[in-house]
């Protein structure tokens, strides 16, 4: 026994469902090439650039952290940077969330070093890491550059970043920069 496909036998297709097609094609053409969203980019970075009140960070951290993810996410060519995409205003949300509060995976002790493998060993949530974070980085800056993080020229903040990368930076007992920019 062979099964062949009938190729002769076609579902019939309405007049109003390929008119409701076309009509939604049409509609969706329309809103996606309408002046207003010529230019995506500009939609989202006036979106983000609406007033936002922090939630969690005090204003010296706010700032911290718009100078250093405006560096590892700037505004070129290809499209706005972090600050006019909200990206901080973003961070402050997930604060107030349960992955800020670390209640997405076991907080409990012993906290002890470990192998990778072992994952994340700290007795901070993200929010304290952040807080802690970005206290130890401007305490760096104002110890070896004279000035908080966003008050360094761009040059600078390039230079503190990447030695936060790369030297064993300790912003406090168990805290290095490696971790706090990971």
Not at 4 to 31: C, I
Not at 56 to 79: C, M, S, V
Not at 155 to 182: R, S, Y
Request: aromatic share 14%; proline share 7%.
């Amino acid at each position: 026994m062979s099964v062949q496909n009938d190729t002769s036998k076609k579902l019939p297709v309405h007049r109003y469902e390929q008119a409701a097609f076309l009509m939604a094609l049409a509609g969706t053409a329309a809103f996606w090439t309408a002046d207003e969203f010529a230019d995506w980019r500009q939609a989202i970075a006036a979106e983000a650039a609406q007033t936002y009140t922090p939630r969690y960070f005090t204003p010296d951290e706010w700032r911290f952290l718009e100078a250093a993810t405006e560096q590892l996410f700037p505004q070129d060519e290809t499209g706005p940077g972090a600050k006019a995409l909200g990206v901080v205003g973003f961070i402050d949300r997930q604060m107030d969330t349960p992955y800020g509060h670390g209640g997405l995976w076991f907080m409990s002790g012993p906290f002890r070093e470990g192998p990778a493998n072992l994952g994340y060993q700290l007795p901070y949530a993200p929010r304290e890491i952040y807080r802690l974070g970005i206290a130890g980085a401007d305490r760096y800056c104002r110890d070896h550059h004279g000035n908080a993080f966003a008050d360094l020229d761009h040059p600078t903040q390039i230079e503190v970043l990447t030695a936060f990368e790369k030297l064993p930076i300790m912003f406090g007992e168990t805290l290095t920069a490696g971790i706090f920019f990971e």
